[in-house]
């Protein structure tokens, strides 16, 4: 991956008891079809320009803000954490929350293995407790603002070695996916479990350490994922429905945006340069354009018409 994930989530509008024939859609993925059509949703429909203009480097573009928000895209972030059996874990955030860039995602204690550290700690007093306590904890703070998409946890001791606080919240995160297990396992054959991607909710076998490929140890790894927006501006890239990619170099208010004599009502929403068309070898762009005009501008005419 290139540092970040996408969520690949279905809903479904169908309830208990609900009747469906055979292949209706059950479930979808709002982010890549339309919910009410069923149709694979490419991207928004633009009006283009193409043009050249003092906005131009190479195969760069001009965007009104609007545009921007409505290529906004969704991206999973991941913060991982590694935890000993005998952390002591304070605080977790929960799936659904809101955070802002800096709020703490997870505060958590390490716990000593070696006995001496243990005696050294317990012969300073209690009079330090709470500066030894505060000066142990340690947390992990959100890089980004947005909304926790989900959270996996893996654990390759046993379970009587994990502290109490960890037992908790494994029970708290794994507890879904233990019940959506039991319902497959419950109802369907071997045969058909196979088509499932079943996450697993227990004690992983210890090879090397390693959970995930990664070097844990005996211990436990802890995987939150942060889903936050970001707002097509400058420097990002996008393509036009082909081959033809550009560059966003410049963006204005919607107040500002360009606009045909015929709609002045209708800003244009991207400037296109003569030099994106020439050097991805898309000649054929300008019959798309054409044929697009045509077909829009003959919708609202017959529309109109039938509203007349």
Same mark, same amino acid.
């Given at each position: 991956?290139?540092?970040?994930?996408?969520?690949?989530?279905?809903?479904?509008?169908?309830?208990?008891?609900?009747? =469906?024939?055979?292949? #209706?859609?059950?479930?979808?993925?709002?982010?890549?079809?339309?919910? #009410?059509?069923?149709?694979?949703?490419?991207?928004?429909?633009?009006?283009?320009?193409?043009?050249?203009?003092?906005?131009?480097?190479?195969?760069?573009?001009?965007?009104?803000?609007?545009?921007?928000?409505?290529?906004?895209?969704?991206?999973?972030?991941?913060?991982? &954490?590694?935890?000993? %059996?005998?952390?002591?874990?304070?605080?977790? &955030?929960?799936?659904?929350?809101? +955070?802002?860039?800096?709020?703490?995602?997870?505060?958590?204690?390490?716990?000593?293995?070696?006995?001496?550290?243990?005696?050294?700690?317990?012969?300073?007093?209690?009079?330090?407790?709470?500066?030894?306590?505060?000066?142990?904890?340690?947390?992990?703070?959100?890089?980004?603002?947005?909304?926790?998409?989900?959270?996996?946890? =893996?654990?390759?001791?046993?379970?009587?070695?994990?502290?109490? @606080?960890?037992?908790?919240?494994?029970?708290?995160?794994?507890?879904?996916?233990?019940?959506?297990?039991?319902?497959?396992?419950?109802?369907?054959?071997? @045969?058909?479990?196979?088509?499932?991607?079943?996450? %697993?909710?227990?004690?992983?076998?210890?090879? #090397?350490?390693?959970?995930?490929? &990664?070097?844990?140890? *005996?211990?436990?790894?802890?995987?939150?994922?942060?889903?936050?927006?970001?707002?097509?501006?400058?420097?990002?890239?996008?393509? =036009?429905?082909?081959?033809?990619?550009?560059?966003?170099?410049?963006?204005?208010?919607?107040?500002?945006?360009?606009?045909?004599?015929? *709609?002045?009502?209708?800003?244009?929403?991207? /400037?296109?340069?003569?030099?994106?068309?020439?050097?991805?070898?898309?000649? #054929?762009?300008?019959? *798309?354009?054409?044929?697009?005009?045509?077909? +829009?501008?003959?919708?609202?005419?017959?529309?109109? /018409?039938?509203?007349?």
């Amino acid at each position: 991956m290139g540092g970040f994930y996408i969520s690949n989530k279905h809903e479904t509008k169908l309830k208990e008891g609900s009747k =469906f024939k055979k292949g #209706d859609i059950v479930s979808i993925n709002n982010s890549y079809f339309d919910v #009410d059509t069923n149709e694979y949703v490419s991207g928004p429909l633009m009006k283009v320009m193409v043009n050249s203009g003092y906005y131009e480097y190479d195969d760069s573009n001009l965007i009104r803000e609007g545009l921007g928000e409505k290529l906004t895209s969704h991206i999973i972030k991941k913060t991982r &954490v590694i935890l000993g %059996p005998n952390a002591n874990l304070e605080q977790i &955030v929960n799936v659904g929350d809101e +955070v802002q860039t800096g709020d703490v995602l997870i505060t958590f204690e390490h716990s000593f293995d070696d006995k001496s550290a243990n005696e050294l700690l317990s012969k300073l007093g209690t009079e330090y407790e709470e500066q030894i306590a505060e000066m142990s904890k340690n947390t992990y703070k959100s890089h980004y603002s947005g909304k926790i998409d989900s959270i996996e946890i =893996f654990y390759n001791v046993d379970w009587a070695e994990l502290s109490p @606080s960890l037992q908790r919240i494994i029970n708290k995160i794994n507890g879904p996916a233990k019940k959506r297990e039991i319902l497959l396992k419950k109802n369907l054959n071997q @045969s058909e479990l196979n088509e499932f991607l079943i996450a %697993p909710t227990g004690q992983l076998e210890n090879v #090397d350490g390693k959970i995930k490929g &990664v070097k844990v140890g *005996n211990g436990v790894m802890i995987d939150i994922f942060l889903d936050y927006e970001d707002i097509l501006s400058v420097g990002d890239k996008f393509v =036009f429905n082909s081959a033809l990619k550009s560059v966003t170099s410049k963006t204005v208010p919607d107040s500002l945006a360009p606009y045909t004599e015929n *709609n002045p009502e209708e800003p244009i929403d991207c /400037i296109l340069s003569t030099y994106s068309v020439l050097n991805r070898l898309t000649a #054929d762009l300008p019959l *798309n354009l054409y044929g697009n005009k045509v077909l +829009v501008e003959l919708k609202k005419s017959i529309k109109k /018409i039938w509203e007349s």
